[in-house]
C-alpha cells in the first residue's frame, strides 16, 4: 500500500515538473482542490475532450452537442433537487478538526474486509503454488467466508442508513466499529450533518435586487432546459441524445487524491432521450458501449470494472459506476444512470411549460425518459496519467521515465531533433517541422545531447523522436524513433505524414469504435 502511495506522489510530481498540472494560485500558497493546467496538461485534455465528443457527436447520427452557459436560472436547482438535498453527511473530529465525510469513512471501513481477504488469498496462493484453485479458496476458506459476513452486514446497515437519510445512525455506526480519524487516532466525532455542496453568488448589482444564483454543479441541467429547443430546431426524433462538455463547481468536503476530486472540474455528459419502458434496455447499451470507449483507449481492460448503485437515487432505477483502477484502488471514473422522466418533468413542473414529444409512430405525447452518461475529464485524465507512467529500468545503470500515452490523446505527436547544431542540420529540421505541423503537435528541439532530447520526450510521452542527421542531407531519410521500443529506423521523410498519420490520428481510435 505505501509503495502505491509513493508511486502515486511520484505521478503527481512528474504532472508538475512537466508542465501537466499545476496547484491553483501557487505562488499565494495554492487553493485546495482547484488545479490548473500546464502546456502538456492542457493538449493532453484536450485531446481526451475530442475523443469524447467525436465518438458521441460524430458517431452517432442521433447526437448532437451544445453548449450552454454556467449560470442558470436559480428555480433550476430547486426543480431538478439540488437546492434541497445535494448534500454529503460530514463529521468533524474534534480532535484533529478536521472534517470528514461519514459515508466515505463507512466505505474505507467496508474496503479493509475486501484488503483482509486478499491478504489471505494471497498467502494461500503463496503457500500452495501451480494447484492453488482461487474461486474454491474464496467459496470455502472459512477465514475468508468471514470477513465477507462481516463486510456484508456493514453494508446492508451503511446502505439502508444512506437510503433512510439517517444521519444519527451513521453516527453510530462509525462508534461501532470503532473507526477512528487518520490523523489523531481519536474516535472523538462530532454528529453527523448535511452540507450542501454547491456554491453561490450574486447576480446583478445589490442596488438593483440582486438574484442569488449558483455555478452549476453539473452540466445535466443545462442540456434538459434546452430539450425542447434542441429537439425542436434540430427536428430530433427519439430516441436521441444531447451531449457537453463543461466545467462543474462543488464544495466538496473532503478534497484528496490531486484532481480526483476537485471543486472546480469538468464533465463530459451526455443526456439520451427514450420512449418510457424502453429505458432499461437503452441503459444496458450506454453501459456497454461506455466501456468499450474506455476500453479502447488501451489502457489494459482488467484496469476498468462495473460497479452497480445499490443505493439509487429516488429518481433512478439503474445506475452503474465504471471505476478505473487508480493507485489508490478502483474508483469511479464514469457514472451512468437511467434518470425515468424525472428531471424533464420537474422542469415542466416548476416553469409551467410542456416538455413533451409527440411520437408519431404511437400517435401520443409523453414525457421522455432519459439515459446519462457523466464523466469526469479531469479523472479521465488522471486515470491516463497514473496507468501511462512508468519509471523504467533500462540496465547498465541507465533508466527513463516515460508515459505511454495512448498515441491519439498524447501531448505532443512528435519531435523534429537535428542531431548537431551545424552543418545545415537546423534549418532541414526546421523545414521537416513546418512540413508535419498542419497535421500533427510538433515541437523542434536542438538542445543537449541527442539522448538527453529522447527523455525529455519520453517524460511527456511523444510518440515519435525524428532525427535529422548528415545522410538526410544526402538522401532525404531521417531516423525515426519509436517510444515505447526505442526501436530506431531509417524512412523517408516523404513517408513521415502517413506513417505518423496511421498512428497518432483520433481516426484510429474513432474506429474501433463501430
Ligand atoms: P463521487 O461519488 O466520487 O463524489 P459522484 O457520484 O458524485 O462522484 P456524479 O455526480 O455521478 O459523481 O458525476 C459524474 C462524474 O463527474 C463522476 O463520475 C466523476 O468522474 C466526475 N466528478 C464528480 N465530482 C467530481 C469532483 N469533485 N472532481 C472531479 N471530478 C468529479
Not at 49 to 77: C, Q
Not at 113 to 127: H, S
Not at 411 to 426: H, M, Q, T, Y
Not at 500 to 514: A, T
Request: with cysteine; aromatic share 12%; proline share 3%.
Amino acid at each position: 500500500m505505501a509503495k502505491q502511495e509513493d508511486v502515486f506522489k511520484t505521478i503527481v510530481a512528474h504532472a508538475k515538473e512537466y508542465g501537466f498540472v499545476f496547484q491553483s494560485s501557487e505562488i499565494y500558497d495554492g487553493l485546495s482542490a482547484v488545479y490548473d493546467y500546464g502546456q502538456n496538461g492542457v493538449e493532453l485534455k484536450n485531446n481526451i475532450k475530442r475523443y469524447w465528443w467525436e465518438a458521441m457527436t460524430m458517431l452517432n447520427d442521433n447526437i448532437v452537442g451544445i453548449d450552454s452557459a454556467i449560470f442558470m436560472h436559480p428555480t433550476i436547482w430547486k426543480a431538478s433537487g439540488h437546492v434541497d438535498a445535494f448534500n454529503d453527511p460530514l463529521i468533524d473530529n474534534k480532535d484533529s478538526k478536521k472534517r470528514y465525510r461519514a459515508d466515505v469513512l463507512i466505505e474505507d471501513e467496508i474496503a479493509k474486509f475486501d484488503e483482509k481477504i486478499n491478504k489471505e488469498v494471497a498467502k494461500a496462493a503463496k503457500r500452495f503454488g501451480e494447484s492453488f484453485d482461487e474461486a474454491m479458496f474464496r467459496q470455502t476458506n472459512p477465514r475468508v467466508l468471514e470477513h465477507a459476513r462481516k463486510r456484508d452486514e456493514l453494508h446492508t446497515r451503511f446502505a439502508e442508513a444512506m437510503n433512510a437519510n439517517d444521519l444519527n445512525e451513521l453516527k453510530q455506526i462509525i462508534l461501532d466499529y470503532e473507526i477512528v480519524d487518520p490523523i489523531s487516532g481519536t474516535r472523538n466525532w462530532t454528529d453527523v450533518r448535511q452540507f450542501n455542496l454547491m456554491f453561490k453568488t450574486e447576480m446583478g448589482s445589490t442596488a438593483d435586487g440582486a438574484m442569488e444564483v449558483y455555478l452549476r454543479p453539473e452540466t445535466a441541467q443545462g442540456i434538459f432546459v434546452n430539450y425542447l429547443n434542441v429537439q425542436k430546431t434540430g427536428r430530433m426524433r427519439i430516441p436521441f441524445g444531447i451531449a457537453q462538455i463543461g466545467k462543474a463547481f462543488r464544495n466538496e468536503i473532503v478534497a484528496r487524491q490531486f484532481i480526483f476530486r476537485m471543486r472546480e472540474f469538468e464533465q463530459m455528459e451526455m443526456q439520451f432521450f427514450v420512449r418510457p419502458g424502453e429505458e432499461l434496455k437503452w441503459f444496458d447499451h450506454w453501459r456497454q458501449t461506455r466501456l468499450r470507449w474506455h476500453k479502447v483507449l488501451g489502457l489494459g481492460d482488467e484496469k476498468y470494472r462495473y460497479h452497480d448503485h445499490e443505493k439509487l437515487a429516488h429518481y433512478a432505477n439503474a445506475a452503474t459506476d465504471i471505476e478505473f483502477q487508480m493507485p489508490f484502488g478502483f474508483k469511479e471514473v464514469e457514472g451512468i444512470h437511467s434518470r425515468t422522466n424525472f428531471d424533464l418533468s420537474q422542469h415542466e413542473k416548476f416553469s409551467g411549460k410542456k416538455i413533451q414529444y409527440f411520437d408519431p409512430e404511437l400517435n401520443e405525447s409523453y414525457v421522455p425518459y432519459v439515459i446519462e452518461t457523466s464523466i469526469g475529464v479531469d479523472r479521465m485524465f488522471l486515470s491516463v496519467l497514473c496507468s501511462c507512467y512508468e519509471a523504467q529500468d533500462l540496465g547498465n545503470g541507465d533508466s527513463r521515465v516515460v508515459l505511454h500515452f495512448p498515441a491519439p490523446i498524447a501531448p505532443v505527436k512528435c519531435a523534429v531533433l537535428p542531431l548537431v547544431k551545424k552543418d545545415g542540420l537546423p534549418e532541414k529540421a526546421r523545414e521537416i517541422q513546418h512540413r508535419l505541423r498542419f497535421d500533427f503537435t510538433c515541437q523542434y528541439d536542438e538542445k543537449d545531447s541527442i539522448g538527453k532530447r529522447y527523455r525529455r520526450q519520453d517524460a511527456i510521452g511523444t510518440p515519435y523522436c525524428i532525427t535529422v542527421d548528415h545522410q538526410t542531407l544526402e538522401d532525404n531519410t531521417v531516423t525515426l524513433r519509436e517510444r515505447d521500443s526505442m526501436e530506431q529506423r531509417r524512412v523517408s521523410v516523404d513517408e513521415l505524414e502517413k506513417i505518423l498519420g496511421d498512428v497518432v490520428s483520433l481516426n484510429s481510435l474513432l474506429k474501433k469504435l463501430i
